[in-house]
C-alpha cells in the first residue's frame, strides 16, 4: 500500500498480515458514561474473520460486551507507519475447546490455575470492518 493512504476493504489476508506482529491492541467498548478503550492482547496464531482476547468473565470488558456488542479494535504500529482500525460485533465465550486452544503463557500468569480457571473466558470479536492506514513520516494519512 503506498504511504499517505487508507484501503477500507482489505481481505483477511492483508488485514492479518498487518495486524499479527502487533502484539497489543485496543480495544473500545461501550459502557456507561461513554466510551471506553483498553489494552488487550491479541491470542491467535491465525486469522479467520474472528480476534480473540483473554478476559475475566466477571470483569468490566466482558459485562460491556455482554451489554453492548458494538465495539472497535486499532492496532498501531508507529516503526511500519501502519495503523489499523476495525469495526466488529463481539462475544464473550467460555467455550472449553477455544480456550485450550488459545491460551500461552503469558496468560496463565494473569490466570494462575490456568485452562481451569473459573474466571476465565475469552471475547471474539467478529469483524465487520477494517481499514488499513499507511502514513507518511510521523503522522497517519487518510
Known amino acids: 500500500m503506498p504511504a499517505g493512504t487508507a484501503d477500507n476493504h482489505p481481505d483477511a489476508d492483508t488485514l492479518w498480515q498487518t495486524i499479527r506482529h502487533i502484539r497489543v491492541a485496543i480495544l473500545a467498548t461501550q459502557e456507561e458514561g461513554g466510551v471506553k478503550a483498553r489494552p488487550m492482547t491479541t491470542v491467535q496464531k491465525s486469522y479467520e474473520g474472528v480476534l480473540w482476547f483473554f478476559v475475566d468473565v466477571e470483569g468490566h470488558p466482558a459485562e460491556a460486551v455482554r ?67 499507511q502514513s507518511e513520516g510521523d503522522q497517519p494519512k487518510l
Do not use: C, M, Q
Open 67 to 133: 451489554a453492548h456488542p458494538a465495539v472497535a479494535v486499532s492496532y498501531g504500529d508507529s516503526a511500519d507507519g501502519l495503523y489499523v482500525t476495525i469495526r466488529g460485533d463481539a462475544t464473550v465465550v467460555r467455550d472449553r475447546a477455544s480456550i485450550n486452544a488459545l491460551i500461552t503463557p503469558e496468560v496463565r500468569e494473569w490466570f494462575p490455575e490456568g485452562e481451569g480457571d473459573a474466571r476465565i473466558a475469552l471475547i471474539a470479536v467478529k469483524v465487520n470492518e477494517a481499514i488499513l492506514f
